[in-house]
């Protein structure tokens, strides 16, 4: 247990109906019972786990401060294992910020950033995936993303990792029985089940790793440019696939300037999307500008949208626009087919793109579906994400599940090769090692004020 008391503001700064300051610790009872009064004016007495309605009091005065709903949630079964008590006040700066104010004269200390997570690791109360999952939740920007992450505070991923070190550990025990019994064939049949249940574990572990693209692209969106040259259509596309009029859509060409970003939920991924300024020669400085940018939006992007009007004739800019993005992830879009698609327009864009091309008219509206499909397409298949997983590893876990999947193929290496029992024994303990820093055992200090230090204020 920690030996002080902190106290935060839990909810959001800003007006809201109720606000809460959250405190947990030794000292919580105490100061609880030292700024509450009952509706009668006595001071309240926290006993059992419950919620009371009271009055929060400057103490020395009894000057109140605001009515508040009392949650009393001794410790250990609390969010922080600790004891915890929780003022639920009008969401108001002034008296959320006085509330606060009290319970730190009344003996708490200002929690810092994820504190309250923190203590509930280390109180063990959750493993450090789940911790780390709670800033995910907070985060999270589409359903989808939400749901994935509430997967991961719930325990999925360390319910795996502790299931794959236990048959790591019961494979070492079996290797190491047979170290201090040395008969030839005891150790051939050790030899034999690291290389079948190691042969499982591999797997596993791989699809640990394999579920990371998810978690990323969960977390960060995908990175997608609409590109194509001026007047094709990419702003209108923009507001398409957003559903509502964010960019400025004219008959001008060279109306982008420059690059806007948006966040769209594409069947529960985030997209991140960038309009573009409309890529050609040209001698406007400023379009230039825009033109650069615009081709810096394309090299950051994951994805392409490369556009193209189907009822016009390619000019030379379209051309140089499909070997420009020849190396990069695309999908080939003819909009403007409401207007029909010319056919030496189809001829040449069909040729350009093997994997095909959607047609679609971002003013109807027509075609927009199957654009998200194939969108939805390239992110499985290209980008390996899996929708499918019940847990995603973050970049630190992945990391570490690599070094275990190293440590993991030696001892199988070894012990298809013949090597002294030792060397296998050796190295499935570092595999167990490195799965279980995955979930937080031996963190050290500096480990974890870098991942609670990501949180916000109070949780
Ligand atoms: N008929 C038709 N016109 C479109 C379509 N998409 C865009 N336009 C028109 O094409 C012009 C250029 O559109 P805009 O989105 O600004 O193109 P951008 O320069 O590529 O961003 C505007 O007059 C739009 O109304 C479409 O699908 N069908
Ligand atoms: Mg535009």
């Not at 109906?17 to 000292?27: A, D, L």
């Not at 008959?251 to 991924?269: A, F, K, M, Q, S």
């Not at 879009?333 to 008219?361: C, F, H, M, Q």
């Amino acid at each position: 247990m920690q030996e002080d008391t902190i106290a935060a503001i839990a909810t959001a700064i800003g007006e809201g109906s109720v606000g809460i300051v959250r405190v947990s610790g030794e000292m919580a009872k105490s100061i609880g019972e030292k700024l509450v009064r009952t509706p009668s004016g006595k001071p309240i007495r926290l006993a059992r786990r419950n919620i009371r309605y009271g009055r929060v009091v400057q103490p020395d005065s009894e000057d109140p401060l605001d009515e508040a709903i009392v949650l009393w949630m001794p410790g250990p079964h609390s969010y922080t294992g600790e004891d915890v008590l929780e003022l639920q006040v009008h969401g108001g700066v002034h008296v959320l910020q006085s509330v606060l104010a009290a319970c730190l004269a009344a003996g708490a200390r200002m929690a810092e950033p994820g504190e309250f997570t923190k203590r509930a690791f280390l109180n063990g109360r959750m493993d450090l995936s789940q911790a780390e999952a709670v800033i995910d939740l907070i985060r999270a920007k589409t359903e989808f993303a939400g749901k994935m992450a509430l997967r991961q505070v719930e325990g999925r991923f360390g319910d795996e990792v502790r299931s794959i070190r236990k048959e790591l550990l019961t494979l070492q025990a079996h290797v190491e029985v047979t170290i201090d019994y040395p008969e030839h064939d005891v150790e051939d049949v050790a030899c034999q089940q690291v290389l079948t249940v190691g042969e499982g574990l591999l797997k596993r572990i791989d699809k640990l790793i394999a579920s990371a693209a998810l978690g990323r692209v969960l977390r960060e969106g995908v990175a997608t440019a609409i590109v194509g040259r001026p007047n094709v259509g990419k702003s209108s596309l923009l507001n398409a696939l957003l559903q509502r009029e964010r960019a400025i859509v004219t008959d001008i060409p060279g109306t982008t300037r420059d690059v806007l970003e948006e966040y769209i939920n594409l069947r529960g991924i985030p997209l991140k999307l960038m309009d573009t300024a409309g890529i050609r020669q040209t001698e406007d400085v400023v379009e230039r500008i825009g033109v650069d940018r615009s081709r810096q939006s394309m090299a950051d992007a994951e994805l392409v949208l490369l556009v193209y009007d189907g009822s016009q004739l390619l000019n030379e800019d379209d051309r140089a626009l499909a070997s420009e993005t020849g190396n990069m992830r695309r999908i080939v879009v003819v909009n403007k087919s409401d207007r029909g698609v010319r056919p030496e327009t189809r001829a040449w864009i069909e040729g350009l793109a093997s994997e095909g091309v959607v047609y679609l008219s971002a003013k109807t509206g027509e075609g927009v579906d199957s654009l998200a499909d194939r969108v939805i397409d390239v992110i499985e298949r290209d980008i390996a994400v899996d929708m499918d997983v019940s847990y995603m590893a973050n970049a630190r876990q992945t990391q570490l599940l690599q070094l275990a999947r190293q440590d993991l193929s030696s001892a199988m290496e070894s012990a298809a090769a013949g090597a002294t029992l030792d060397l296998v024994a050796v190295a499935l303990q570092a595999a167990y090692v490195q799965l279980g820093y995955a979930i937080g055992e031996e963190a050290g200090e500096d480990l974890l004020d870098e991942i609670f230090s990501r949180f916000c204020l109070g949780k």
